[in-house]
């Protein structure tokens, strides 16, 4: 049985939310990711949704993949540039970003500063697929995308 959830009031301070685990991304997988954390901020599945917060330094990197559930991002903190799908695109705070099926993305922090967003998911989802090389040649094959991977 899930905890019946609680009413509560969690602070927030220089991107850390008090009562809310700061943790390494993915520490425990073999995903290709650099420098990034997570935060779960509300994980209810009464909600059926989670709210995550993650962070990459400076220069830092999401992993690039996906999967059948989609995301709901909204940029919170610093620049960075967004893969999504087949477009690169340059983001900032506030911008929401729609992540449907089965499209590639991952989010590269810019050089200088710390670069953090809010991610909306299902609760229950399944496991995210990390490209092939014939994906990554596919992918590739795109100019703007081979120079954002590159980076
Ligand atoms: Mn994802």
């Known amino acids: 049985m899930d905890a019946e959830p609680q009413p509560s009031i969690r602070g927030f301070r220089d991107f850390r939310w008090n009562d809310v685990e700061h943790r390494p991304y993915k520490i425990e997988g073999t995903a290709p990711f650099k420098a990034i954390s997570r935060q779960v901020l509300f994980d209810e599945p009464a909600l059926g949704c989670e709210l995550r917060y993650f962070e990459m330094d400076a220069g830092g990197h999401s992993t690039l993949e996906r999967h059948e559930h989609m995301h709901a991002v909204m940029i919170l903190r610093g620049r960075g540039q967004c893969l999504l ?8 705070p506030y911008d929401l970003v729609t992540i449907p099926a ?3 993305h991952q989010f590269r922090a810019t050089e200088g ?3 953090g967003f809010l991610c909306m998911v299902n609760h229950l989802r399944d496991k995210p697929q990390i490209p092939t090389d014939q ?9 703007d995308v081979a120079a954002f991977l590159a980076r």
């Open 85 to 92: 799908g087949e477009t690169v695109r340059p983001v900032e």
């Open 102 to 104: 089965w499209t590639w």
């Open 135 to 143: 994906h990554l040649e596919a992918l590739t094959q795109n100019p």
């Open 113 to 115: 500063e710390p670069f």
